[in-house]
């Protein structure tokens, strides 16, 4: 996948996370705060209640 709404791909991939699960297994996340810019834009019910639980997990990690 390389664009999702409400964020540049550029910018979300130098901000991912990298989670090594296994020595030689690294997986990318998108960072908190692109997936929240991604989940206001994308306008769908469920995806603007999350936004609240988000900004949250932001604010108290």
């Not at 390389?2 to 960072?31: H, P, Q």
């Not at 991604?38 to 769908?44: E, H, I, M």
């Amino acid at each position: 996948m390389t664009s999702i709404d409400g964020v540049i791909f550029e910018e979300a991939y130098s901000e991912r996370l990298i989670i090594e699960l296994d020595d030689d297994l690294k997986v990318n996340y998108i960072g908190l705060d692109e997936l929240i810019k991604n989940k206001k834009s994308s306008g769908r019910k469920i995806d603007i209640a999350d936004v609240a639980d988000l900004e949250k997990k932001r604010e108290n990690p």
